[in-house]
């Protein structure tokens, strides 16, 4: 099961200014997405777009709060309480990999004293319960993000109600920036997920470190302790690190005095027992030269982490893909005897490896995806992954255990459904049963043929057309075949007339 991430990444809602830099930079590939927004806007150095065109439920309101922030000024919400999940859909590179950022201020949209508490879901993995009670006390916004990769054409984020989900579950916005090949890649994206614990610049100051700075829109907040700190005379290339770190982000540092060692308590919050992806990096503040060197052992939580470390002016990283993790974190720098100077660390990152929770099989995903283009009202929640997280599945759909997830059953009898059925439905070769009795269907009957496991199919109290397919003849497993109070016409196949132990019903129709 995905573990749930109980620690969330707080700002403060400042206002972002552009810079001279941000028009030699472009704007991060991806979406900027601004929630319940009538418009399109530039905001800071970003231009957001609205989310129409990318779900497909839910209302607007807009946030009655003085100087708020544009971007929370707005917000989607979710009042249907039978959907199990209400989702945006992204289109996306397969295999690529993208920074997700959701953000949510409640601001009292609904008149209620506090925020709902509920869940995200990315694809079939259960990300994380959106609780932001009490930031939201604090007047401050929340956001979470984690990296993932996409598993197919499209990368879908959703929200869903908890039990104890008191009122509308909501979003302010939503991002999906596209990252390099080259960043975080010694996580195995093909399993897991990583969900953002901290992200700091140390020893600074101040404003929030983002885009155009960093040029993939990170968040790299100041982090300060009672250390002493130090400003950088020599400029890095992002270039050569791994996970190109913006150069701001290194300009500052913690130290102590030579010979001493320097600890640091990070990140500020105890961490739930999982593994963890983390990535230090460190500079030398000094001017460059040949005669200057800093030395020093890196240890956390006691264990050394990296033996020898020669933090130069051009600058190192340092990470470890999976590793321990639980409660409060030190990271201890013990300084080389040779060493003139103290040790120093300038800027951090730690996010929790979280378990993939499975992904319905491709052919299936795609199948429902027309299935639901093809009814004109599909349930709210046919949107995301059809199967996964179970809980969260579309209405009237029943999967399979085990890997990969198949759907077996659809029961969305007397659901008001008008539309047609696609051949694609065809694929759906796990398919048992199909219950689409008393619903507005029409169009014909389509070839079945690879449906080789079905056993039921009531198509009964529509309004289909046509013959009845002879390809229903040929389904080894069919026992129930209700097609009564259609528009049928023509003759009942042979293959069907004399199929042993098939209850077939064709009363109703012109056959």
Excluded at 179 to 188: F, G, Q, R, V
Aim: aromatic share 10%.
């Amino acid at each position: 099961m995905p573990i749930p991430i109980v620690f969330l990444l707080v700002v403060v809602a400042v206002a972002v200014v552009p810079s001279a830099h941000a028009a030699a930079v472009p704007q991060p590939p991806g979406f900027y997405i601004n929630c319940g927004a009538d418009k399109d806007q530039q905001i800071g150095s970003i231009k957001w777009i609205q989310d129409e065109g990318f779900i497909a439920v839910g209302n607007v309101s807009a946030v009655n709060k003085p100087n708020i922030l544009p971007l929370l000024a707005t917000v989607r919400y979710f009042p249907d309480a039978t959907a199990r999940k209400y989702c945006y859909q992204l289109p996306v590179v397969k295999g690529s990999r993208y920074l997700v950022r959701t953000t949510y201020f409640y601001g009292g949209f609904d008149g209620g004293a506090e925020p709902p508490v509920f869940d995200q879901i990315v694809d079939g993995t259960h990300w994380s319960a959106v609780n932001t009670t009490d930031n939201y006390r604090r007047g401050m916004s929340t956001y979470f993000e984690m990296v993932a990769q996409a598993q197919g054409k499209t990368m879908s984020v959703c929200l869903a109600r908890r039990a104890e989900t008191a009122s509308s579950p909501f979003i302010s916005a939503l991002e999906l920036v596209s990252l390099e090949d080259s960043m975080y890649n010694t996580t195995d994206f093909g399993n897991y997920v990583m969900s953002t614990v901290a992200r700091n610049r140390f020893g600074g100051k101040g404003e929030i470190v983002s885009y155009p700075d960093d040029q993939y829109n990170r968040y790299w907040a100041p982090f300060t302790d009672a250390n002493p700190t130090v400003e950088s005379h020599s400029a890095i290339s992002p270039e050569e690190f791994w996970n190109i770190p913006p150069a701001k982000a290194l300009r500052a540092g913690i130290t102590t005095s030579r010979g001493k060692k320097l600890s640091v308590q990070w990140p500020p919050v105890e961490l739930p027992a999982a593994s963890y992806y983390v990535a230090l990096y460190f500079q030398d503040s000094r001017t460059a030269s040949p005669y200057s060197w800093r030395v020093f052992d890196v240890a956390i939580n006691g264990k050394e982490f990296f033996r020898g470390l020669n933090a130069s002016a051009a600058g190192v990283m340092v990470y470890s893909s999976m590793m321990q993790l639980s409660g409060k974190t030190e990271i201890a720098l013990t300084p080389n005897e040779t060493s003139p100077v103290g040790p120093l660390i300038n800027a951090g990152e730690i996010y929790q490896i979280v378990p993939l929770g499975g992904r319905t099989a491709t052919r299936d995903v795609v199948a429902m995806e027309l299935l639901a283009r093809s009814f004109k009202n599909p349930p709210p929640d046919w949107a995301g992954d059809p199967c996964l997280p179970r809980q969260n599945s579309w209405t009237g759909v029943v999967c399979s255990d085990g890997s990969p997830v198949r759907v077996i059953s659809l029961d969305l009898k007397n659901h008001g459904l008008s539309g047609s059925l696609p051949d694609s439905i065809g694929n759906l070769t796990g398919m048992k049963t199909i219950f689409l009795s008393g619903n507005k269907l029409s169009g014909s009957i389509p070839d079945l043929s690879g449906m080789h496991i079905l056993t039921a199919l009531h198509l009964d109290g529509n309004q289909i057309s046509g013959a009845i397919n002879p390809s229903l003849g040929n389904l080894a497993n069919l026992k129930e075949l209700y097609l009564n109070g259609n528009n049928l016409t023509g003759k009942i196949p042979e293959s069907l007339k004399n199929k042993p132990g098939l209850d077939m019903r064709t009363e109703g129709n012109q056959t």
